[in-house]
């Protein structure tokens, strides 16, 4: 009977001893295993199990020092009785459950209050979504990134003696000094803010410092304004402290200032929004700081995934501008360096840290000591600067390819990708279901972020390889363009004039070819006489990028590949010109792209 219960995995990180103890473990605590069984002789396990003796008799061993098995001389290991004094239910004596039954389901409607949460906020993704051929997620954990190695370190230096002593008598609402002087002194300065220790209070996660806040700022009626779409779960969090949500608009520069008035309080995320990955652009924080001054409003700063840059720097967060002074700032430790503690800090006048504490305390919820001491030895010892580098180079890698992607294959939608973050934008057309889209790509291994308030999709890059990317992004577009081309113009149906080899001679030398791709980027491509193309583009920051490449004719199709772009592919076009604007249609006829067709002054 107890060999039956142990199934050992010998591609385990755990050893085959350990994973026999603990196997016995589970059995005596469940009661499958009961109390005074004799378990069977090491040689006969060993034999069952196909493992060395040796291996068995130290697991044994192990579990008569921990009090689970006892020996008696000359007859072997029994189970001990403690476990039955213990008050552990055996299998015998176990009531039968009565989980799911109507009775069952009645009473506990009665006894408890009616809780609405929004679908959004409860959604959750597939427990094995890591093993997804294209997990395209966001500010996730990606085995690949992790410094495992880094955080072990550090686990091992706060358990001296002298780290203990330290962390251990924290007092039940207190911070831990060391990691807040690492916030002040390393952290926060980076972004231009400048505080003291007793202006920051650390927070178990955004979610909590999100409900103190609502708690101390809101409630009775008093109004937030909040970009939409927004976060789900940030929403619900408000809306249950009893604040009033209002809804605001923005633009490809971020949110209206006048679109929050009659709000006390604003919760902006100006790096980089969840869930358009919008970024507010330097002019309007200025506009926004400007407006919320003179409406003597309150500004609630999210600042997250700042530290993932990959053009430049990030702008500057409200907080460090002319006009902060109004600010509390936000800031969550990512999930790509930090996916189990997830601690989060708050940053506000030392009159506001000191109520948001009270309030902490009486909710008897403080971030566990021993995850504050390990995170200021993680980041005093240099290894979060060290992380957020290596981990950035990778996550760039993965921010070009999925833009590349979106372009070479996706090039009629608009996506929006900020300079910082771990997701893209994509909205989709009103005659394409994103939930739709959604659900048949997951049926081909491609997990993707859906907003239904939007019919919009959000693409993840921090937990799939860069190699990965284009394959997914072609299964996308292939489910969406089976949907786009219905009810679109065709080589066939197109408005306009084909153009022909003969036209393509006379027309295309010395012509320029102006747009904007799917990321809303502006290029200009230059056809010269030789063959030869010379292509410029700006992106989302302003920054020029350019390449080369040649041009010909197969038959009546227009034939271009880059050294770099579009992956340096060849492909090839029907071209159709409606007066100044030029369409592309692929082989079989359908709308790739259009752009504008002009010459060289």
Not at 74 to 94: C, K, P
Not at 588 to 600: A, F, H, K, P, V
């Amino acid at each position: 009977m107890t060999e039956s219960l142990i199934v050992l995995d010998a591609q385990a990180d755990k050893s085959l001893q350990n994973q026999i103890r603990e196997k016995i473990i589970q059995g005596i605590l469940s009661g499958s295993i009961p109390a005074g069984h004799k378990m069977p002789s090491s040689r006969r396990m060993a034999e069952q199990l196909s493992v060395a003796r040796n291996t068995v008799v130290l697991a044994y061993q192990q579990l008569v020092d921990d009090g689970f098995l006892v020996t008696r001389e000359r007859s072997g290991f029994y189970v001990t009785e403690t476990a039955r004094q213990q008050g552990i239910i055996s299998h015998a004596e176990a009531v039968p459950g009565s989980a799911g039954s109507e009775a069952e389901r009645a009473f506990w409607r009665e006894h408890c209050n009616p809780v609405s949460v929004s679908r959004r906020a409860l959604q959750s993704r597939p427990a094995n979504w890591l093993q997804y051929p294209f997990p395209f997620v966001s500010n996730e954990y990606d085995p690949q990134l992790y410094p495992g190695a880094e955080w072990r370190e550090c686990t091992r230096d706060i358990y001296s003696g002298r780290e203990v002593a330290q962390w251990a008598t924290l007092g039940g609402n207190e911070d831990d000094r060391q990691l807040v002087e690492q916030i002040c002194t390393r952290l926060l300065p980076r972004r231009g803010i400048y505080v003291e220790p007793g202006q920051v209070l650390l927070a178990s996660g955004l979610q909590q410092a999100c409900y103190l806040l609502g708690e101390l700022l809101l409630g009775s009626g008093r109004r937030l304004g909040m970009v939409a779409p927004g976060c789900r779960e940030t929403e619900e969090i408000f809306r249950r402290t009893g604040a009033v949500l209002r809804t605001a608009t923005q633009d490809s520069d971020g949110p209206l200032p006048g679109q929050f008035s009659g709000s006390d309080c604003w919760y902006l995320q100006p790096n980089a929004h969840n869930p358009t990955a919008v970024t507010t652009s330097l002019q309007r924080r200025r506009e926004l700081l400007q407006r919320a001054a003179a409406d003597s409003a309150v500004i609630i700063e999210n600042d997250c995934e700042h530290e993932f840059c990959y053009h430049g720097s990030p702008l500057p967060p409200l907080k460090s501008l002319n006009g902060g002074e109004s600010v509390i700032y936000l800031y969550q430790f990512p999930r790509v360096i930090d996916p189990g503690m997830q601690l989060a800090f708050v940053v506000a006048p030392k009159p506001v840290i000191q109520r948001l504490r009270a309030l902490r305390y009486t909710l008897r919820e403080r971030v566990p000591a021993i995850n504050q001491r390990l995170l200021a030895k993680f980041i005093g010892s240099g290894h979060l600067d060290a992380a957020t580098f290596r981990i950035t180079r990778q996550l760039r890698e993965r921010w070009t390819a999925l833009g590349e992607a979106l372009m070479h294959h996706l090039p009629k939608l608009q996506a929006r990708r900020a300079s910082c973050g771990t997701a893209c934008w994509l909205e989709l057309p009103e005659h394409i279901s994103a939930e739709q889209i959604h659900k048949q790509g997951e049926q081909q291994g491609l997990l993707l972020e859906l907003v239904r308030e939007r019919n919009a999709l959000r693409l993840g890059f921090a937990a799939i390889d860069a190699e990965r990317i284009e394959a997914g992004v072609r299964i996308l577009a292939q489910l969406i363009n089976g949907e786009v081309s219905h009810g679109e113009e065709t080589l066939q149906t197109a408005s306009g004039r084909r153009l022909y080899a003969a036209d393509l001679r006379a027309e295309f030398p010395g012509a320029v070819l102006l747009g904007t791709n799917a990321l809303g980027e502006s290029y200009r491509v230059q056809l010269l006489a030789d063959g030869s193309m010379l292509g410029y583009s700006r992106n989302d920051v302003d920054m020029d990028e350019t390449d080369t490449g040649r041009w010909w004719l197969d038959g009546d199709m227009w034939v271009r590949q880059w050294r770099n772009w579009s992956y340096g592919r060849k492909a090839s076009f029907h071209v159709v010109i409606d007066e100044h604007r030029i369409k592309w249609f692929g082989e079989s006829g359908q709308l790739i792209d259009t752009g504008l067709l002009g010459r060289e002054e």
